[in-house]
Structures are given as structure tokens and as C-alpha cells.
């Protein structure tokens, strides 16, 4: 597996026109002292130390918050300079941004390309025309659809944002958004299940009862499925719901809405639970004879089986779930048979096996 490290910077997005629901934004960076150049090789410099001797394949910088390619040019060519000149340097690799698919043009592509950026993530966060309207995102479908489609033409490395839950959304919606994106394919994506911070448009309406946000299991079985999806089309899943440090306001915290701070592992955790499963009831031939052994070990005929899953070590923890959920739950629904859990470093990361002794 490819090891890998980004540097983030956070680039607040001063003069964003834009009023996205969901967004608390202009009220962070207005109680924000105003972001210094300087803290870019700062933080670079900072960061890099601490990336030796790890055997990286990769060193990227990252620029995020906000919309880059929304703020005045000169900027963005002082902040991409300074990248460019530890990317020359060779003490980085890759340049990498994210941005709103209505703030690419040729313009700005050929300035990216002149400062080499790699990787351009787009905040799509919808393909449903209603989904992105009720969102206030201020852009159609269409404009991600040509966004993406320049930014590959160019020969960037795309990436596709994706929220779940929005204003207007559903599970069918969620599925079509991941539908679009596997036609576009982009070689990376991101997952956020939407939470409801204060000092935004969406907390609002969930005050006056006019947003209801998904429910946490909606929103996991949600987020599984895209993620699978994605998966089996080979697009690099980067990060799956915000960390702690996104959500947590000057003010106060999340309000309400899916947050959880293992969510990528709880997540991976329901699909290895699937696919074990699924394996399990191959082996057990049918659910006539998981029936029948439970019958059995019932009524005290048989001793119980042993089953044996299997993964690489790095998978152990999605295997046997957060708090140890998918354990207690083949526990519980298989009383006939007895589970091991066991790694074996020459399996492949994320892949799960049922071998019974
Ligand atoms: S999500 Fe981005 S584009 Fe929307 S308001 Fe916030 S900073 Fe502006």
C-alpha cells in the first residue's frame, strides 16, 4: 500500500459570495485573525520534520477551507509559489487543492498548471438539481459536470466531494450522486455525512422543524453503500466523514446531524461485517441450514463449530467493529458456532476471510 501524507493548510475563504446551508464559514473567518503567507512555510516547515524516516511515497500539500480558486489570483499565485518551491525542492510531491466546480475555468486551470498543482477536489456535494438548490449552492449540475470534465482534460488528478443528507436528500438521491460520480471517474472521493453546525442557514431550520436530518442509521447505510460503490470502482475513498477539529466552533460544537468521531470505522466496519457474513452463509449453504445448526445447539446435539475470520492486521479493528459491535453481533445471531478472530499478514489490507477449523 501506497504510504502517504498530506501537509493541510487551511485557507479561509474571506470573500466567499456564496451562502451554502450548511456552511458556518463566514462566521469562523470572520472572528478569524487574517490568515499571514507566512504561516504557509511555516506550517510547511513545521510538518516536515516529522515526516522523515516513515518511507513515504507520497508528501503532498494541501490547501483547503473554503474555495481556493475562488480567492484574487495574486494570492493564489503567492500561496501556490511557495508549494511549487518545496515541490522543486523535491521535499514534496504533489500540490493539491479543493475548490467549488463553479470557480474552474481555462483561466484558472492554466495558472494551476503553470504552478504544477496535482490533485483539484471539487465540493460537489450533490448531483440531485433539488439537493443542491434547497443547499443554497448558487451552481447547477451542469457546471459539475463541465468542472470536471475541463479539469481532466487538463490531466489533474480529480477529486469529488460528496455530503450526505442534505436539505431535499434521500438515500435514493445519495445513490444517483454516486452514480454520476463513478461516470465522471475521478481517481479520489470524499464522504460527509451532513452535521448541523450552529451559526449556520441549516441550524436555522432545524430550529423552526423545517430540516430533518437523516437518522444515524439511514446515514450509515447510506454512507456503506456509496462507499462501496465507489470501492468496487476504484476510487480512492480519502476521508470518510469531518474530524473533530472541523466541527468544533468558536462557540460551541456540533448541534445535531450524523457525527461520529470513528465514522470512517464504523462504516468499514458494517461492510466487513457484510462480507463476512455474506461468506459465512455461503459456507453454512443456506439460511435452511444456519437454521437448522441453531436448532441443534439448542437442543444440545451438537458441539459448537468453530469459525475462523481472517484479515490483515491493519483491518483487525473494521473487522471486529467499533466497540467491538461485530463480534458481539455473529455472538449473538450464530449461537451455534464459536468465533475466532485472527490476522494474517499475507492477506490484502480490507479484505476479509471465513475459514473454519
Ligand atoms: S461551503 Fe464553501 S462555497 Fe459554500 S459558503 Fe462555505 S466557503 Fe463558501
Known amino acids: 500500500m ?43 516547515e513545521e510538518y516536515l520534520p516529522t515526516l522523515q524516516n516513515r518511507e513515504l511515497e507520497v508528501i503532498e500539500v494541501a490547501f483547503f477551507g473554503g474555495s481556493f480558486t475562488g480567492i484574487p489570483m495574486e494570492e493564489q499565485r503567492e500561496y501556490l509559489s511557495i508549494a511549487k518551491r518545496y ?3 523535491g521535499e514534496i510531491h504533489k500540490i493539491h487543492l479543493s475548490t467549488r466546480p463553479d470557480y474552474i475555468n481555462k483561466e484558472i486551470l492554466d495558472l494551476l498548471k503553470e504552478f504544477t498543482v496535482d490533485v ?21 449540475r451542469e457546471i459539475v459536470y463541465s468542472a470536471c470534465k475541463m479539469i481532466q482534460d487538463y490531466g489533474f488528478e480529480l ?22 460520480t463513478i461516470k465522471i471517474g475521478p481517481s479520489l472521493a470524499r464522504l460527509y455525512p451532513t452535521v448541523i453546525l450552529k451559526d449556520t442557514e441549516l441550524f436555522e431550520r432545524f430550529q423552526k422543524g423545517t430540516f430533518k436530518p437523516f437518522s444515524s442509521e439511514e446515514m450509515l447505510r447510506t454512507t456503506k453503500d456509496m462507499y462501496r460503490k465507489l470501492r468496487q470502482n476504484n476510487i480512492t475513498i480519502l476521508r470518510v466523514g469531518l474530524k473533530s477539529t472541523e466541527i468544533i466552533s468558536e462557540s460551541g460544537d456540533t448541534v445535531a446531524g450524523t457525527y461520529h468521531p470513528a465514522f470512517r470505522q464504523l462504516v468499514e466496519g458494517e461492510l466487513a461485517k ?41 483491518s483487525f479493528s473494521n473487522m471486529i467493529g467499533n ?26 489490507e480490507g479484505k476479509y476471510f471465513l475459514k473454519n477449523l
Open 2 to 44: 501506497k504510504k502517504h501524507a498530506i501537509i493541510p493548510i487551511f485557507i479561509p475563504h474571506k470573500g466567499c459570495p456564496n451562502d451554502c446551508v450548511f456552511c458556518n464559514q463566514k462566521k469562523i473567518t470572520a472572528k478569524q485573525k487574517p490568515f499571514e503567507i507566512g504561516e504557509i512555510e511555516k506550517r510547511i
Open 87 to 89: 515541490k522543486d525542492a
Open 274 to 314: 457484510e462480507e463476512l457474513e455474506r461468506q459465512l452463509f455461503l459456507w453454512l449453504k443456506n439460511q435452511n441450514e444456519a437454521e437448522n445448526l441453531l436448532k441443534n445447539e439448542k437442543m444440545g446435539k451438537r458441539k459448537k463449530t468453530v469459525v475462523t475470520f481472517l484479515c490483515e492486521g491493519t
Open 323 to 348: 466497540c467491538r459491535c461485530n463480534k458481539y453481533y455473529f455472538e449473538e445471531k450464530y449461537p451455534q458456532l464459536s468465533f475466532r478472530f485472527k490476522t494474517d499478514s499475507s492477506l490484502e
Open 159 to 180: 477529486g469529488i466531494q460528496l455530503m450526505i443528507g442534505l436539505p431535499g436528500d434521500s438515500y435514493e438521491k445519495c445513490m444517483e450522486s454516486v452514480a454520476e
Open 120 to 140: 483539484i477536489e471539487l465540493g460537489v456535494q450533490s448531483f440531485d438539481p433539488e439537493v443542491l438548490c434547497l443547499s443554497n449552492r448558487g451552481h447547477t
